[in-house]
């Protein structure tokens, strides 16, 4: 199931990266949120850890569904342009995704020697986590640089759970603080592109 769910968090990651629509965006991101969620809920209960669960549940409910949800009421707040268009061309993506899969595998090569049951969570996490920076550079809008900030913090979520089987509950809380300033800056660039339409 674990298998299942990364799987599905790396393929919403990669589906969105082809997007070309703001709400389908946020759908693919939703969906990405959702999956990791439903990851930290299923590996709390396999550990029996109520940290975890609690984890999964506030993921789900702010990353799945607050922030979405905030972030299309913004977006149509401010008029943003709906069609976003990825300055890097669907072909040299085709090449260029398989080719950050491989290379982050490799990457993870070492790491897998010293790690027994968790080493191609590892590879896929840091995978996602360039994956997501490729989809903050692909894009001119503010709208997708920020769902790829937000999907790096995924990435990273999801390194932190899979590598060390949870997370303290410190570093969780941490790591909502600071998708809550997140928050406050992506209202604050929202504000500076209004001004400069």
Known sequence: MVDFLIGLFLASLITALFTTRLYRLLLWYSM???????????????LND?????????????KAVGIPYFFKRMS???????????????????????????FTFYLADPITHMMH?????????????????????EHRN?????????????????????ATDGMPMLVELG??????????VI??????EEANL
Do not use: C, W
Not at 175 to 184: E, N, R, S, Y
Not at 187 to 192: D, I, M, Q, S, V
């Open 175 to 184: 790591i909502f603080f600071d998708l809550l300033m997140a928050i406050v």
């Open 117 to 137: 049951g968790n080493a191609n969570y590892v590879a896929i996490s840091i995978s996602s986590l360039f994956l997501s920076l490729l989809l903050m550079m």
């Open 32 to 46: 990405n949120s959702l999956m990791l969620g439903l990851l930290a809920l299923f590996i709390g209960r396999e």
């Open 76 to 102: 149509q707040k401010f008029h943003f342009v709906r069609q976003i268009i990825p300055e890097i061309k669907v072909q040299y993506a085709i090449m260029l995704i398989p080719a950050i899969l491989v």
């Open 142 to 162: 503010v709208a997708p640089k920020i769902i790829g900030f937000l999907s790096m913090e995924n990435a990273l979520f999801l390194l932190g759970i899979t």
């Open 50 to 62: 109520t940290s975890m669960l609690i984890t999964g549940i506030a993921t789900i409910l702010i």
């Open 187 to 192: 209202n604050l660039l929202f504000h500076k």
